[in-house]
């Protein structure tokens, strides 16, 4: 029911720039904090960054200074502006929400999307 589409992938070369975008949709009443995380080949998903609803930050030591995460709250969505990139920084990327649908709902639940392929070469 409630969705999180990654958009903004691609292939670029070390050194350039990507604009990944998390959209939430299908029936929301609230979200609390919202994150990127990243997994590489045979590595563990690691986190990225993360936002809260007030807009507080907070970075992964590899990625400070080169990435900046922000949202948009009217549309439900958050963006990561990913700079200076390296091949390290290769891996799918997949948003997380924190999500209650209802008024009524006690807690946030996590939501995730389905990752968007960024490849980052030397």
């Known amino acids: 029911q409630v969705q999180l589409v990654e958009s903004g992938g691609g292939l670029v070369q070390a050194g350039g720039s990507l604009r990944l975008s998390c959209a939430a949709s299908?029936?929301?009443?609230?979200?609390?904090?919202m994150g990127w995380y990243r997994q590489a080949p045979g590595k563990q998903r690691e986190l990225v960054a993360t936002?809260?609803?007030?807009?507080?930050?907070n970075y992964a030591d590899s990625v400070k200074g080169r990435f900046t995460i922000s949202r948009d709250n009217a549309k439900n969505t958050m963006y990561l502006q990913m700079n200076s990139l390296k091949p390290e920084d290769t891996a799918v990327y997949y948003c997380?929400?924190?999500?209650?649908?209802?008024?009524?709902?006690?807690?946030?639940?996590?939501?995730w999307g389905q990752g968007t392929q960024v490849t980052v070469s030397s």
């Open positions: 997380n929400a924190d999500i209650r649908k209802y008024l009524s709902e006690l807690n946030y639940r996590a939501y």
């Open positions: 299908g029936g929301i009443f609230s979200i609390n904090a």
């Open positions: 936002i809260t609803s007030g807009g507080t930050t």
